[in-house]
Each structure stands twice: as C-alpha cells, then as structure tokens.
C-alpha cells in the first residue's frame, strides 16, 4: 500500500512539474505540442476533468485550463498565444488526417 502511495505522490509531483514547465515555456504553442506530441495544454485539461469525473468529482472545464494555464485561458491566450503559421496549420491537418485514416 506505501508503494502505490508513493505513485500517487510521485505522479502528482510529476504532474506538477509539467504544469511548471509548461509554464515556464509559454513560447511553445499549443500547435507545436499538438504536431510534435500529439497532446497540448489543453489536452491535459481534458485530461484532468476527466480524471476527476471518473472519482465523481464535477470539475468545469474552464477550471481545469485555468489550472494547467496558470491563468484564465483568455488571459493566456491574450498575452502568448501566436496565430499559428501556415505551415504549422498545414502539418496539423496532415496529421489529423493521417489519424483519421488510419481509424
């Protein structure tokens, strides 16, 4: 029981780190994520409320970005976020396409 404890520390101290990370990178664009990872910030958002909502707690999504952003996602969106560029838009369609295919 300690070790699986320990996990939930652990990945709750990982997850922390990511978030401070991210964070501390807002010149990484969310369509970077997306076409480098396949996941973005607001991913993890999803993420988290889902999460949540499996242990039956009701987490609003605005909430859950505002956790992951650090701020409310307006507010981030406002100060960082950068129009993606035609060829990162082009790349992530490509890939969204090659998904699609591929199910």
Not at 4 to 14: K, P, T
Not at 24 to 47: G, H, P, T, Y
Request: aromatic share 10%.
């Amino acid at each position: 029981m300690a070790k699986l404890e320990s996990n939930i520390e652990l990945e709750a101290a990982a997850f922390r780190r990511l978030l401070a990370h991210l964070d501390e990178r807002k010149d990484v664009q969310n369509i970077e994520l997306m076409n480098l990872a396949d996941f973005c910030r607001n991913c993890l958002s999803k993420w988290y409320k889902s999460a949540g909502e499996e242990r039956g707690i009701e987490i609003e999504y605005e909430d859950a970005r505002e956790l992951v952003y650090g701020m409310p996602y307006a507010e981030w969106k406002e100060k960082y976020q950068q129009k993606a560029t035609p060829e990162q838009l082009a790349r992530f369609n490509e890939i969204e396409a090659a998904k699609n295919k591929a199910d």
